[in-house]
């Protein structure tokens, strides 16, 4: 079974800085394309970054300049550094990743900024 795993969200005060985690488990295929997407409380799931096949990154007005997301294709992992954090940026953030024909999500990890 595909898992994608979530870490690295967490409690940060204005400025700070957390590094997300998404790993895949149960599949012999690999990440091709990887994306972050983020929901805050009574907003819409939000594309944050993303980065595909060739390692070309897209981002959010929001997150540019701030985050990085970046791979490990020998892990297969995705990873999202984020600095400067701000309070909008407190949602659940989640991996969504494309893993040979089939689109995964996983669980979802919580970020939290306080001012």
């Known amino acids: 079974q595909v898992q994608l795993v979530e870490s690295g969200g967490g409690l940060v005060q204005v400025g700070g800085s957390l590094r997300l985690s998404c790993a895949a488990s149960g599949s012999i295929q690999s990440i091709s394309a990887g994306n972050w997407y983020r929901q805050a409380p009574g907003k819409q799931r939000e594309l944050v970054a993303g980065i595909s096949s060739g390692g070309t990154t897209h981002y959010a007005e929001s997150a540019k300049g701030r985050f990085t997301i970046s791979r490990d294709n020998a892990r297969n992992m995705v990873y999202l550094q984020m600095n400067d954090l701000l309070p909008e940026d407190t949602a659940v953030y989640y991996c969504?990743?494309?893993?040979?024909?089939?689109?995964?999500w996983g669980q979802g990890t919580q970020v939290t900024v306080s001012s």
């Open positions: 969504n990743a494309l893993l040979g024909m089939y689109d995964y």
